[in-house]
Every structure is written in structure tokens, then in C-alpha cells.
């Protein structure tokens, strides 16, 4: 059974930092693309960061600069850290996994950011 749990979200404050960690279980970690999405009530989901097996990553505008994707891969965990935290990045985090960059199959269940002025 494939799991993803994404935790280390939570209230921040603006201009600080927070690192968000997804652990995976049920398949061979190091064979799938990983990313970050985000979504905000009434919104569409966005990417926010992927890495793929290589380790090459690709941000969103959003994110370039402040945000950075990296893995463990013997840990089978992927992480965003966030620096210089804004009001514009509250929203409910998720992490995903696809064979490919542009199709992830496997979804966490969340996780919330909280960024107040």
C-alpha cells in the first residue's frame, strides 16, 4: 500500500521559515518523480516544486528563491524547505508522486501552512 504523510507544517510568521517533510512507503522511492503542490480554499492546486529521480529540480516562480526540494532517498523522504515566508504562501501543502514530471499518481493528505503579518 502506497502511503504519503506529509508533516512540519504549522503557523509561521512572515519573513520566517518552515521545512516540510513527506515520507513515502509502498514503492521504490528513488524510481518515482516527487513534488510539491499547493491549494488554497476556492483556488486551483498549484506545483510549487518537483525533483525527479536525478535530482534535478524545477520551481515555480512562486517559490524560486526562497524555496528548496530535496530528498533522502534512504530515508524515503522528500522536503520543502521555505525561507522568507509570506502571507501568499498560506495554503494546505501536498505532496505527490508520478512515474513522470507531468503526471503524479500518489497524493498526501496535507499539510497546513499558516503565514501571518
Not at 518523480?33 to 476556492?42: K, L, T
Not at 486551483?44 to 529521480?53: H, Y
Not at 521555505?82 to 495554503?91: Q, W
Request: aromatic letters at 12%; one cysteine or more.
Amino acid at each position: 500500500q502506497v502511503k504519503l504523510v506529509e508533516t512540519g507544517g504549522g503557523p509561521a510568521q512572515s519573513g520566517g521559515s518552515l521545512r516540510l517533510s513527506c515520507t513515502v512507503s509502498g514503492f521504490t522511492y528513488n524510481t518515482y518523480c516527487m513534488a510539491w503542490f499547493r491549494q488554497v480554499p476556492g483556488k486551483e492546486r498549484e506545483g510549487v516544486a518537483a525533483i525527479d529521480s536525478l535530482g534535478s529540480a524545477v520551481y515555480a516562480d512562486s517559490a524560486k528563491g526562497r524555496f528548496t526540494i530535496f530528498q533522502d532517498n534512504e530515508k524515503n523522504t522528500l522536503y520543502l524547505q521555505m525561507n522568507n515566508l509570506n502571507s501568499t504562501d498560506t495554503a494546505m501543502y501536498y505532496c505527490a508522486a508520478g512515474r513522470r514530471c507531468y503526471e503524479f499518481t500518489y497524493w498526501g493528505h496535507g499539510a497546513q501552512v499558516t503565514v501571518s503579518s
